[in-house]
Structure formats: C-alpha cells, structure tokens
C-alpha cells in the first residue's frame, strides 16, 4: 500500500507499472503482469515485444481486459468518493424548488439571449442542479420534461452564444435531460421552431457544436455528440442533410471521441448513434470515410470487450460503408477489417451476425470484389458461413450465405476451402 499526494492510501496493484496511475482500463499480457492499457500500448506501438515488468519476450501481444481487477478499483474509488468529497452533496431538490429553478432559469436565458456579456455563475449553478435533480429518478426527469420542455428552444438558440467551455457543458447536459422526457406532442412542437435553427446555417450553434467537440473534456464532447443523436431521434431534425453534415470536421471529430475515449461505451454509443444517422446519405458517408472511419470501425471492432450492442453499431455503420465505392476499396484495402467482421459472424448476436453477412455479401456477391474474397478465405469465412447455414438465421441471411458459397464454388483460388464443403454439407442440406 502507498500514498498519493493527497494523502489517500492506494493498494499497489491498483497502479499501472509503467505510469504508476491508478489504473483505468485494466489488461494483462499473456505474462500476466497488468497495467492501464494506453500506457501498454504506447509501449507496445514503440515497438516493443517484451513485458516491462519482467523484460521476458512476448509470445503474442493480445491485451486480456481484467474485469475483476477493473471492478474492485471502481468499488474503491467510489468509497474514497466517499469519504473524501471536499463538499456535501448538494439537497435534491423537490418538485416545486424545480419549478421555481425552471423560472429563474427561463428569465436568465432571456437576459443572456439579449446580450452574451450576461453569464452569472448563478445561471450555471441552476443548470447543474437541475440535471443533479433528473438523474436521481426517472420521475425527476420526466417532471422535468413536462414542466421544463418548453424552455428548450430558448436553450438550443442560448448555446451559439456560449463561449465558456463549462457553461456550454451546463447547457447541453440540460438539453439532453429535457429532449430525453420530452411528451410526442411536445417533441413535435419543438421540433418546428427548433428546424429553423439547425436548417438555416445558424453559424453561431454551429460553432458551439464544434468548440464542444473539439475543445471540450470527454463529458462536454459526449454530451454534445449525445445533444446531436437526440435532436435526430427525438425531434426527427434532419440533421442527415443541414449544414452540420456539410463539415468535414464533424466527421472527424466524431471518430476521434471513439478513439480517443479509451472505449468508453457512452461515448462510443453517442458518436455511432449520430453517425449512423448521418450516413444515410451517401455524401455524409463519403465524408465519414475520407476522415479514416473504416480504420477507426475496424479498431474497434478489433477491441475484444467491445459490447454486444456497440458490436451492432459499427457493424452497421461498416454495412452502410460497404454501399459506396469508397467504403469499399478502404475496406478490402484493410489488412485487419474482413477478418474483424468474419470474427463477429454467430458470436455476438442475431443483429451483428446479419450486419456482419451482408457487409461480406455485398463485398464478394453484389460488387464482386476479389480482394474480399480472398480476405473471407484467409480468415477461415466459410466455415464460417457454412456454420451459419446450419443455424436458425433469418431467410435473408440464409440467402446470403447461400450466394456467398455460389461465389467461392465459381472460384479457383478457393480449392482450400471447396474441399471443405463437401464433408460439411452433409450436415447442412441446403440447395445450392
């Protein structure tokens, strides 16, 4: 046990050996000595093929996430939390002090709208305290929607005239909070005096979008990613097409809040929530693909603690990229990204399995692309494919994988894998 410079006691297996910081994501190497994964990987990108601990050679580089390890720091920093917090927890509020803040907070709003000089520490105190007050209970935030929503609109036309990085967190964060509860009627109302706003060029809302992304802490940039999904989902904004989408930076920046978050789910979920939503146009995925998303897709999906549902998204977001020429070339040109998906067919889920086919079916089938072809061989595809044959999958992917055997049959280069057929399909009576 060792202490740190504030003085509070921190077991030394809970220290990084390279960093010597408490430990955030938690992997070991197949020595079994654990340390904080950026600081393994910077090691390891070095160059490096040894263990720093032990200097023995590594015999494979496969980072082995330790949860158990991950869970016990999380139950202990939370108990220092605890008990080392430099202030009281703030009294939660009841319902009528919230509306009262709602009010208060209404009248300072319109104050600041009328001159961006006006910014009291009050107006962010109240803002904090309100999403303090929504997250104590799903009825707070639903209060809050009801009694609060109608102020969102003053909120949204507020944030292009923030230019401090905490205000602008402030007001986001509460944005998020009453878009989340917002009624359908409500939502449908806002959204028409909302589209102005986001469909016109509101350089100054813009900007703010792009200062939180790029300027901002992880929790300003999750928050604005969150801000732009939720404008999409739950006021139907076509985001898709408004001068957001037109930024080449909005791209990048979206991929650099997944690579640059050390996995964190919610920002991952954010930023491929909003993504998603913006490559339904072939123009925006284009965008997405110049600004390195099929790498940065690829890395990810590499990642083997990547959850289930965030499996999903990149899948779907590498199935969307598969529709374009450009998506297609940076995907067959990849080393990694064929053997990436063909890895997540019948070992996350029904949905990631079908994103998972169709991208290679649109690869090897519909555009016929060798490089993929001979990538889904290399990496032990059709056994694959052939596994999945065998399995309950939807009629359209039974199709799929049906045309994607069609394909290696006419091929060659595919003896290898042909022979495999004969002895497999005994036990899978399809027709092909």
Not at 13 to 28: E, G, H, N, Q
Not at 30 to 55: E, F, H, K
Not at 101 to 114: G, I, T, V
Request: hydrophobic share 40%.
């Amino acid at each position: 046990m060792v202490k740190d410079d504030l003085y509070i006691t921190v077991p030394t297996y809970f220290r990084c050996p390279i960093s010597l910081d408490v430990m955030k994501s938690p992997v070991s190497l197949c020595t079994g000595v654990t340390y904080d994964r950026s600081s393994i990987q910077r090691w390891l990108d070095g160059g490096n093929n040894t263990c720093p601990a032990t200097m023995q050679v590594l015999h494979n580089k496969e980072l082995i996430p330790n949860h158990t390890l991950q869970r016990l720091i999380k139950i202990w920093s939370d108990s220092v939390l605890t008990r080392h917090s430099d202030s009281p927890p703030p009294h939660s509020l009841s319902s009528d002090q919230a509306r009262d803040l709602l009010r208060q907070l209404e009248n300072d709003l319109q104050d600041f709208k009328k001159s961006s000089l006006f910014c009291s520490s009050v107006v962010v105190t109240n803002l904090s305290r309100l999403v303090l007050f929504a997250g104590e209970a799903e009825e707070n935030g639903r209060f809050l929607g009801a009694a609060g929503g109608r102020i969102l609109p003053l909120l949204v036309a507020c944030i292009g005239k923030v230019k401090d990085l905490s205000f602008l967190e402030k007001i986001v964060l509460f944005c998020n909070v009453l878009m989340k509860n917002l009624g359908k009627d409500d939502a449908e109302e806002h959204a028409n005096a909302l589209k102005s706003m986001v469909g016109t060029g509101n350089c100054d809302l813009k900007a703010a979008i792009m200062m939180g992304l790029k300027q901002g802490k992880l929790e300003l940039r999750i928050a604005v990613a969150r801000f732009l999904e939720l404008m999409a989902a739950r006021l139907c904004l076509e985001l898709h097409s408004s001068p957001i989408s037109e930024d080449d930076e909005i791209y990048s920046e979206l991929l650099r809040l997944i690579t640059t978050s050390d996995l964190n789910p919610d920002a991952m979920d954010a930023s491929l929530s909003f993504l998603t939503r913006l490559v339904v146009l072939k123009r925006n995925r284009v965008k997405m693909i110049r600004a390195g998303g099929v790498k940065v897709l690829t890395a990810a999906l590499s990642q083997a603690e990547l959850s289930a549902p965030l499996s999903e998204k990149v899948l779907k977001l590498l199935e969307m990229s598969s529709g374009c020429k450009e998506g297609r070339n940076e995907i067959c040109t990849s080393e990694t990204c064929v053997r990436a998906i063909v890895k997540k067919v019948l070992k996350v889920s029904n949905a990631a399995t079908e994103h998972a086919v169709t991208v290679l079916w649109s690869l090897c089938c519909l555009f016929g692309d060798k490089r993929a072809a001979s990538a889904l061989a290399e990496s032990n595809g059709m056994a694959k494919i052939l596994l999945l044959l065998q399995s309950n999958c939807s009629p359209a992917v039974r199709q799929m994988c049906r045309d994607l055997l069609r394909v290696f049959r006419c091929s060659s280069k595919n003896s290898c894998v042909l022979g495999m057929i004969p002895r497999l399909v005994i036990l899978c009576p399809f027709d092909l």
